[in-house]
C-alpha cells in the first residue's frame, strides 16, 4: 500500500513539474534557431536579400505575401561561381531549404513588374543573419 502511494505521489510530482514548465521538452527541435519577420517596398526592377550564413546540413524555412508578384531564389556563391538551389515566383508562396555545405545562403526577391511591391517575410530555421 505505501508502495502505491509513494509511486503516485512521484507521478503526480512530475506531471505538476511539467504543467508548471509548459510541458515535457518535444525533443522536435521547435524552439531552436533564429527568426527574421520583415516587411519592405520593393521597386520595380528592384531587388532585396536576406544573407544566411549556414552549416553544413542546417534548414531555414520561409513564407512570404506580397502586393504583386516576385521571383524568389535561394542561391550562394563559391568564389566567382554562383549557383542557384532553388526558385519561385507569385504573390505568395515559401519554401524550405537544407544546406548543402556551410556557406552564406542568400534568399533573394525580385521585382519585374511595373508597381512597387510590397512584401512581407518569415524565416525561420538555423542560421546566422549575415
Keep these: 500500500m ?16 511539467c504543467a508548471q514548465s509548459g510541458g515535457a521538452p518535444s525533443g522536435d527541435g521547435a524552439d531552436d ?15 532585396r536579400e536576406f544573407n544566411l550564413d549556414m552549416a553544413a546540413g542546417a534548414a531555414f524555412t520561409f513564407s512570404y505575401t506580397s502586393s504583386a508578384n516576385v521571383q ?5 556563391h563559391d568564389g566567382s561561381k554562383s549557383t542557384t538551389w532553388t526558385q519561385g ?23 519585374a513588374g511595373q508597381d512597387f511591391a510590397v ?3 518569415s524565416i525561420h530555421g538555423d542560421f546566422t543573419e549575415a
Design 33 to 47: 534557431g533564429q527568426s527574421i519577420d520583415r516587411k519592405f517596398d520593393l521597386a520595380p526592377q528592384g531587388l
Design 2 to 17: 505505501l508502495r502505491l502511494f509513494l509511486t503516485t505521489l512521484v507521478a503526480m510530482t512530475l506531471v505538476a513539474g
Design 72 to 76: 524568389w531564389e535561394i542561391h550562394s
Design 119 to 121: 512584401v512581407d517575410v
Design 89 to 111: 515566383q507569385g504573390a505568395a508562396g515559401g519554401n524550405t531549404f537544407t544546406a548543402t555545405a556551410a556557406n552564406t545562403y542568400s534568399l533573394a526577391f525580385t521585382n
